[in-house]
């Protein structure tokens, strides 16, 4: 594969360093002009990244994914944005079910009975904190993995996934990590709800399902979360694997490694002194 830094035509693939702007490339008859990087001007995160712009991104992510990747910039540092997606996921599940047990607590035993329960309440919060930081870690283990895997195969399919590339991707693609985190929540909500149908109500041959219902829906959301995510890694490969990056500009103030130094090492001196040093008298 050429260079990360070499122009490649992004809809085929072929070598168009140096060829004029207004031509066409000679494989695909794209325009030379429409490849360069500096057509990538990046997703609303990566040109603002605040709050407001990562939830645009993941909107726009989830609604015209092929846009985003044909914009997406290879000059950023995807680490933020792909932290703050997993630590989204990871934390919505358990600081859900922490609030119905904090709700449901006030709801039986009142305020005073709350207050009384206190302590277990703050053990509960400590355990949250120890499955967000376990979820945290299980899914930037997967999301790693899926890193790895598209710099692997995408070389052998004939496309430049470099690991920089590989990165945007990913980085992109976890908003289907927050769309599980969140399907699954409903759906453990959905799933109680059904449960207590059951209690209520003769269902008759549902009642074995919608009692599996708080386990079996958040289970749902999760795989309908993870699919999401490797499709919109598939369909980011497909936009971006002969994604253009522009070559970082070399700091003219320092000489090349090979440069020799001015200032020579002194000869030593064929006539050496005498051995006692010091003017003869």
């Known amino acids: 594969m050429p260079d990360e830094f070499v122009l490649l035509c992004e809809t085929c693939g072929y070598e168009i360093e140096g060829l004029p702007a207004e031509g066409a490339c000679p494989e695909c008859g794209r325009q030379v002009g429409s490849s360069p990087h500096g057509l990538r001007p990046g997703t609303r995160w990566q040109r603002d990244p605040k709050w407001s712009s990562l939830f645009s991104t993941w909107r726009m992510t989830l609604r015209n994914p092929r846009r985003v990747f044909d914009v997406a910039s290879l000059h950023t540092d995807e680490k933020r944005l792909l932290a703050l997606s ?33 302590g277990t309440l703050v053990g509960g919060a400590a355990g949250v904190s120890v499955l967000v930081a376990a979820g945290w870690m299980l899914l930037w283990l997967l999301t790693l993995v899926e890193e790895r895997g598209i710099r692997f195969w995408g070389p052998r399919r004939g496309w430049r996934i470099t690991p920089t590339i590989a990165k945007v991707i990913c980085a992109h693609a976890s908003v289907g990590w927050v ?43 999760l795989i309908a979360g993870m699919l999401t995510f490797e499709v919109l890694v598939y369909i980011g490969m497909g936009r971006m694997k002969f994604a253009n990056r522009e070559k970082p500009l070399l700091d003219a103030s320092m000489p090349p490694a090979s440069m020799p130094s001015l200032t020579p090492d002194p000869l030593p001196s064929p006539h050496p002194g005498p051995a006692g040093g010091g003017d003869a008298g």
């Open 86 to 118: 997993l630590g989204v996921a990871a934390s919505m599940p358990p600081m859900a079910g922490y609030i119905v047990l904090v709700v449901v607590t006030i709801r039986e035993a009142g305020w005073i009975g709350y207050i009384e329960t206190l």
């Open 179 to 221: 769309l599980g985190s969140v399907l699954a929540v409903v759906g453990h909500v959905v799933g109680w709800g059904l449960l207590e149908i059951t209690n209520r109500h003769n269902v008759g041959i549902f009642r074995g399902p919608m009692q599996l219902a708080p386990i079996t829906l958040p289970a749902l959301g």
